[in-house]
């Protein structure tokens, strides 16, 4: 009596594993905000602002750039746009930004040695000219 083992089906080892499809414009407004991300940053570390961490990430969310300026800590949420045309990329971010942005700063407070006299919340707006010259624009503690 012979036994013959039938090798069971592995749908993941049957076909390669793909990553999901991303558009071009997708691809586009990612490098665009990354970039949007650098002029930011360096213009506030000639601001005096030093950059403590980029692109920070947990389970609730995303904080663009982590700052220090003196005692204070600066979360800072950063909107870069090619237009104006459908509104000034400060006006991306409202009260709910602004609430989930603390909430987040805390989180990353909780996680870090840090221990600042007190938090702000910062916007970048990074609009590209015609001519391809950013267009910054900071503003101080949005919530």
Not at 46 to 62: F, I, K, P, Q, Y
Not at 80 to 92: C, K, M, N, Q, V
């Amino acid at each position: 009596m012979s036994t013959s083992t039938t090798p069971s089906y592995d749908p993941a080892a049957a076909e390669p594993r793909r990553e999901p499809r991303v558009s071009a414009r997708a691809l586009h407004n990612r490098a665009l905000g990354q970039w949007g991300e650098e002029i930011a940053a360096q213009h506030l570390v000639e601001a005096g602002l030093v950059v403590l961490d980029r692109n920070w990430r947990c389970e609730s969310g995303e904080i663009d750039l982590v700052l220090r300026e003196g005692d204070v800590l600066v979360v800072c949420e950063v909107k870069t746009r090619t237009s104006d045309r459908y509104g000034s990329p400060l006006e991306a971010v409202g009260p709910a930004k602004a609430q989930r942005l603390r909430r987040l700063s805390a989180q990353w407070l909780a996680g870090h040695q840090a221990r600042p006299r007190e938090v702000r919340i910062d916007m970048v707006g990074v609009l590209v000219g015609t001519g391809g010259e950013p267009e910054v624009i900071h503003v101080r503690g949005i919530g």
